[in-house]
């Protein structure tokens, strides 16, 4: 199965912009949708984003990030993003990046981070007002 490594987090001003990347390693990134998902201090880890695997390119938003971040994957790379713009001081979080493999039923996608099966460390994104 793949590993990930997030990087890409850092301190913005809220209504900047920060580009966040998942590094996956081993041979079957496209195998495998991804999904973001951020945690805040004493909150629960809450989906963000996710997107199908391989060149389908379907992708789906939390409501509360919707029309400020995307989601993006470049499978040659191994390697997925997400765009944060218009950050608002709430969106700060540990962000991670999570694959779910193709074999699990249902949708590419899941709001439950128990719908994905590999996670990398996270990054910390911190928004100042």
């Known amino acids: 199965q793949v590993q990930l490594v997030e990087s890409g987090g850092g301190l913005v001003q809220a209504g900047g912009s920060l580009r966040l990347s998942c590094k996956a390693s081993?041979?079957?990134?496209?195998?495998?949708?991804m999904g973001w998902f951020r945690q805040a201090p004493g909150k629960e880890r809450e989906f963000v984003a996710g997107?199908?695997?391989?060149?389908?390119?379907?992708?789906y938003y939390a409501d509360s990030v919707k029309g400020r971040f995307t989601i993006s994957r470049d499978n040659a790379k191994n390697t997925a993003y997400l765009q944060m713009n218009s950050l608002k001081p709430e969106d700060a979080a540990v962000y991670y990046c999570?694959?779910?493999?193709?074999?699990?039923?249902?949708?590419?996608?899941?709001?439950?981070?128990?719908?994905?099966?590999?996670w990398g460390e996270g990054t910390q994104v911190t928004v100042s007002s």
């Open positions: 999570a694959a779910r493999p193709t074999w699990l039923s249902g949708s590419y996608y899941s709001l439950s981070p128990g719908g994905y099966r590999v």
């Open positions: 081993g041979r079957t990134f496209s195998a495998y949708s």
């Open positions: 997107i199908n695997y391989g060149d389908d390119g379907s992708t």
